[in-house]
């Protein structure tokens, strides 16, 4: 027989009257119970702050691109030790240029000193400035947007125009709030470059400051600070992010040619793809996510048992009520439903507590480590879909041994 709404309406009613009359134990269940579901959802909210942050850095990187970059050293092939690779020089990365034509956007990038100076009249920055230098496909292709300005052109990226794009903390140093910016000039090591955009603040990414740079093209490069034994980064990107695999195998072929590599040999480069080193980042989050869910699992384990013991000793103080309602016609289903009712709305107390301060905690260590704020709608509902799962595991049998308690037994128990 389906037991009717009201039923179920009192049923609650008697449950939550219950909950009450044991106010110390219950409030003991709910803490254990949320400490776990906090456990859970607090380090989950916690990576997933952090897995958005490394999508956020890495996006300016492009899911359509991939980087060219010398092998590392050392290791084996054909049991020979492998000779150490050499740089890609900028011949190199010409050459690699004209033979991929327009199948690929190609552009390239020299690391030349973290320790620059750049002033203006008579202010000064610190000698931590990095230079770098780049073509006028580098923005574009990397996707730095810039507050003011423009970029280089493909002719002034190749011509080497004494041109330079800064960084917003370059500008705060040397400009006043009210000074026009793009068209003067400054002093990058002794040598007058005409200012013609600045970078839009992006922050520090992983320890390093973003606003700190100056890009220059990069005949500006070898004209000044020379290229002899600085290596090139080639970055290459594709029109379509499912063309990655036909564009990566396009560049390793040209760029063998133009390493000279010889049939059957290994690369003498190494290709990276953008998306992979986030994916592999995001793997990497994956053993916090792993970790916070072993915790809650066991601490609501302890949890259940906790809470199956103050369900049985409810029964054993309450078997008087149960003898009652038996008497009085109440079946073996109505008194087993209540008391899972209790257990559920216990659990279910708990889990909302221990989500609420989950969310809390997870999202200030976001702001300690100045990520975005999150809230994991899947997680939440799999922490109360736990609390669920413990609460009618442990309140099964203790409303299993409430429901069949022998009325007249029950009654005459003092």
């Known amino acids: 027989m389906r037991m009717s709404k009201s039923v179920l309406i009192e049923q609650i009613k008697v449950a939550v009257r219950s909950i009450r009359g044991q106010a110390l134990r219950t409030t003991l269940t709910v803490a254990i119970i949320s400490i776990g579901i906090m456990a859970l959802i607090a380090m989950v ?16 990187l492009g899911t359509n691109t991939f980087t060219i970059k010398p092998k590392r050293q050392g290791g084996f092939f054909n049991g020979r030790r492998s000779t150490p690779t050499s740089i890609i020089n900028y011949r190199e990365t010409r050459r690699f240029v004209k033979s991929v034509g327009s199948e690929l956007t190609v552009t390239s990038s020299i690391y030349v000193t973290s320790s620059a100076i750049v002033g203006r009249g008579t202010k000064r920055t610190d000698p931590n400035i990095p230079i770098l230098g780049v073509d006028g496909h580098y923005l574009n292709v990397s996707s730095i947007p810039l507050s003011k300005g423009r970029g280089f052109t493909i002719a002034e990226g190749e011509e080497g125009i004494p041109l330079i794009i800064i960084g917003s903390n370059i500008e705060e140093k040397l400009y006043e709030p009210w000074e026009t910016v793009v068209g003067t000039n400054l002093i990058l090591s002794g040598s007058r470059y005409l200012v013609i955009g600045v970078l839009e603040s992006r922050g520090a990414s992983f320890g390093m400051s973003q606003d700190n740079q100056c890009l220059i093209p990069i005949p500006s490069v070898r004209r000044q600070f020379s290229d002899n034994n600085r290596n090139y980064t080639i970055t290459c990107a594709v029109e379509d992010t499912e063309q990655i695999s036909q564009g990566t195998e396009l560049a390793t072929g040209a ?4 390493r000279g ?3 059957g040999s290994p690369n003498s480069f190494e290709i990276s793809k953008s998306n992979s080193m986030v994916e592999t980042l995001l793997e ?12 809650g699992i066991i601490t609501l384990f302890g949890a259940g048992i906790g809470l199956m013991n103050i369900m049985l000793v409810s029964v ?3 078997t008087r009520e149960i003898g009652t309602r038996k008497s009085l016609g109440a079946s073996i289903k109505a008194i087993r439903t209540q008391f899972l009712i209790e257990v559920i709305v216990i659990g279910q107390l708990g889990g909302a507590v221990g989500i609420a301060l989950g969310l809390g905690l ?13 809230i994991p709608w899947g997680w939440i509902a799999v922490g109360m879909t736990l609390c669920m799962i413990t609460s009618l595991a442990s309140g099964y049998y203790p409303a299993r041994k409430a429901s069949l308690l022998n009325p007249i037994v029950a009654l005459g128990r003092a």
């Not at 990497?284 to 915790?295: D, E, K, N, Y």
């Open 45 to 60: 909210t916690a990576t997933e702050s952090l897995k958005e942050n490394i999508r956020t850095e890495f996006s300016s």
């Open 255 to 258: 760029f063998r040619m133009v």
């Open 261 to 263: 590599d010889a049939p």
């Open 284 to 295: 990497a989050t994956q053993g916090i996510t792993l970790a916070a869910s072993v915790i």
């Open 316 to 318: 054993s103080e309450r």
């Open 362 to 374: 997870g999202n200030l260590i976001a702001s300690y480590f100045e990520t975005p704020f999150v």
